[in-house]
């Protein structure tokens, strides 16, 4: 059988390191906000090229305090992709905002830089883009119309871990990058986790003060603040992960290049872009019977999956909420995409069975 994922083995490489870095934040106790976090945040933050790194308990929290940190009122509008992840626009929700959805480019699956301008408003407030499967939006454009509208850019960019459009990274683009560090990212930790990244100072220390009860003095709390703070063993674990990032990244780019070059013309595959660097969380490809498609895969012992089954729009938390927006691409999308194997554990040998077995179906 040929795994989709399996996060034990993408793991496994660095069993080592993890075990002397639990016994030593274990010995030093110190288990929250302490140096193993002070010294990820830096190192995260010089990753990406960013003046700040503020690690969080989770990515959809990178995304409700970034909002939260802009006091926006209640029923202000930020655009946000009809095609992502639902956690996208459960932050602005959770905010009391309105997602004002835009469809993608469906070459990129990524937000359409040419349909935004079409739904900004007077409420409009911030545009919110996601970097989705690893590849880059058109920051170029996005940063241009909103600083032409004065509106704020947040980046999802919880699949783009060193994604990067003409040499500037995922999270450095916007006024704000939110990071998820889900077990099953490029940068994953062994629990949930997450980061903001920023160059604003003020952002920066509202952010730090927001993720610790309002607070940065203890027993002191100046805001109504929340509790959402990257641990120190998750912290531990991902500086030994961030060393090898680029090899992870490096590693699926090749299995990538396998597909694109080899998979026949009945499918769909990513588009690649001069100026772009995909870092393929997900490889997805499309095809107009998936779902046979899909059961033809798992009778050949190959496991799949699908980002995302069901768009958001037709969620049945999003009713009364996205009713009667633009996603009938989005719609496109989540009912022909097929996830394939493409984990840092795949060797290439099992993706060149996968894509025999694609060839012939």
């Excluded at 450095?172 to 490029?186: D, L, M, Q």
């Excluded at 393929?280 to 089954?309: A, G, Q, V």
């Amino acid at each position: 059988m040929i795994e989709y994922e399996n996060i034990g083995k993408v793991n496994a490489p660095f069993a080592a390191e993890y075990a002397t870095a639990f016994q030593e934040v274990m010995d030093s106790g110190w288990y929250i906000l302490g140096n193993k976090v002070k010294q990820f945040e830096s190192e995260f933050a010089a990753y990406c090229g960013t003046k700040h790194s503020i690690g969080l308990a989770n990515g959809l929290d990178a995304l409700i305090l970034a909002l939260k940190a802009y006091d926006f009122k209640p029923g202000d509008e930020v655009i946000v992709p009809s095609n992502t992840y639902i956690a996208t626009i459960l932050a602005i929700v959770h905010n009391g905002l309105k997602p004002i959805l835009v469809e993608p480019d469906i070459t990129t699956y990524n937000i359409d830089p040419k349909r935004i301008s079409e739904k900004i408003t007077s409420r409009s407030k911030a545009i919110l883009v996601v970097h989705l499967y690893g590849k880059m939006c058109a920051m170029d454009e996005i940063m241009s119309l909103a600083d032409s509208n004065g509106l704020i850019v947040i980046e999802d960019c919880a699949q783009a871990h060193g994604a990067h459009l003409n040499g500037k990274k995922a999270g450095n683009w916007g006024h704000y990058g939110a990071f998820s560090f889900y077990p099953t990212k490029n940068l994953g930790a062994l629990a949930d986790a997450g980061a903001a990244t920023t160059n604003d100072d003020a952002l920066a220390l509202k952010m730090s003060t927001l993720r610790n009860y309002g607070s940065q003095k203890k027993y002191y709390n100046e805001v109504v603040g929340y509790n959402s703070r990257l641990d120190e063993v998750q912290a531990a674990f991902l500086s030994i992960k961030l060393r090898r990032l680029d090899d992870i990244n490096a590693h699926k780019r090749s299995l990538a290049k396998m597909y694109l070059d080899q998979l026949n013309d009945q499918f769909i595959k990513p588009i690649v872009q001069e100026g772009y660097f995909d870092v393929y969380h997900i490889f997805n490809i499309r095809h107009p019977k998936r779902d046979e498609l899909r059961d033809y895969l798992l009778s050949k012992d190959i496991k799949t999956d699908i980002h995302y089954p069901v768009a958001p729009i037709d969620q049945q938390a999003m009713k009364g909420i996205l009713d009667g927006q633009d996603s009938e691409i989005a719609r496109e999308i989540h009912a022909t995409t097929l996830s394939l194997p493409i984990s840092f554990f795949h060797k290439k040998e099992e993706i060149q069975t996968v894509i025999d077995a694609l060839n012939a179906f």
